[in-house]
């Protein structure tokens, strides 16, 4: 094949294929996290973050995989297992990484220091969740 033929597809496929591999690397290190807090009688006491600070398109859609505008790239993973997080869900209101902090120390039921900025999420992850208040208090505390 001339230039930009298959080799390019290949090397794109190669690409993508370790991305996702990382990502089973990160579920198997995340279960074996979770087994051995079970083994020392933890689990129910820790809350387990993870997270990223960009989103990432795996270069599928251009090479700037972390600096482009597409959703996928805006948009970044991450979860949370433990006290305070037991329901689950899924936040699709637009939050920031400074918010994590202040959802922790509230999860770990820990005073907020009014110095810290940032919102709690865990409203938003309440099945009778209220999202408006969630948006009313974030304005008012800007």
């Given at each position: 094949m001339g230039a930009g033929g298959s080799g390019g597809a290949t090397r794109r496929l190669a690409r993508r294929t370790a991305g996702l591999l990382r990502h089973l690397r990160l579920d198997r290190s995340y279960g074996r996290l979770l087994d051995a807090l079970e083994r020392v009688g933890?689990?129910?006491?820790?809350?387990?973050?993870?997270?990223a600070d960009h989103g990432s398109h795996f270069r599928a859609r251009n090479a700037e995989y972390k600096r482009s505008c597409h959703d996928s790239s805006i948009r970044v993973p991450g979860f949370a297992r433990g006290p305070?997080?037991?329901?689950?869900?899924?936040?699709?209101?637009?939050?920031n990484l400074i918010d994590l902090p202040v959802t922790l120390l509230e999860a770990a039921g820990i005073d907020v220091p009014d110095r810290m900025e940032g919102d709690g999420l865990l409203p938003l992850l309440d099945d009778?969740?209220?999202?408006?208040?969630?948006?009313?208090?974030?304005s008012s505390n800007r």
């Open positions: 933890e689990l129910e006491n820790t809350i387990v973050v993870y997270t305070g997080f037991q329901d689950g869900g899924t936040v699709e209101e637009l939050v009778g969740r209220d999202v408006d208040d969630w948006r009313r208090r974030r």
